[in-house]
């Protein structure tokens, strides 16, 4: 199972949307979509779910797709799924600035999430994705510290 998730922002993230919906129907599709009026055809389509719905799609999830949002990363990172990520810009009106970005690019670099910043991507880095996560994400280490410092700085 694909399961795609746009989290719980209030903008919409048409962008991911589309792009999905070139993913076919070679498997089962579940998309979280949030305030989007885009339904990618042959997929089950939900506005949102609550936190344990949401934990169980990542669990089963072969591959998850998913914006580039602290809280949905940790989620993923922390049962054991490495997602495959798609951050939300500014010009677009789907973000309040592209913080999205640079976290994306950052846990990237550490080889925790797979980072597409162009949606029209998706359908390659499917084919390519390894979605499982063998590390530890606790709150003790390095990268919690670094995110922390992120967070403040951002909130500036």
Avoid: K, W, Y
């Avoid at 070679?26 to 719905?53: D, K, N, Y």
């Avoid at 999430?113 to 003790?140: I, K, N």
């Amino acid at each position: 199972m694909i399961f795609v998730s746009v989290g719980t922002n209030e903008a919409r993230f048409d962008r991911l949307l589309r792009a999905v919906e070139a993913l076919g129907a070679s498997e089962e599709l579940v998309v979280q979509h949030g305030p989007s009026p885009v339904r990618p055809a042959g997929a089950t389509c939900v506005e949102f779910l609550s936190f344990e719905e949401m934990t169980d799609h990542i669990r089963r999830a072969r591959v998850l797709i998913m914006h580039a949002g602290v809280g949905s990363i940790l989620a993923a990172l922390g049962n054991g799924v490495r997602p495959l990520v798609v951050p939300r810009l500014r010009r677009f009106d789907e973000a309040v600035d592209d913080h999205q970005v640079a976290f994306g690019r950052r846990l990237h670099a550490e080889g925790l999430v797979e980072l597409v910043e162009d949606p029209e991507g998706v359908v390659e880095a499917v084919g390519r994705h390894q979605g499982r996560f063998e590390g530890e994400v606790g709150v003790e280490g390095r990268l919690v510290e670094e995110l922390r410092q992120f967070i403040r700085a951002e909130s500036r």
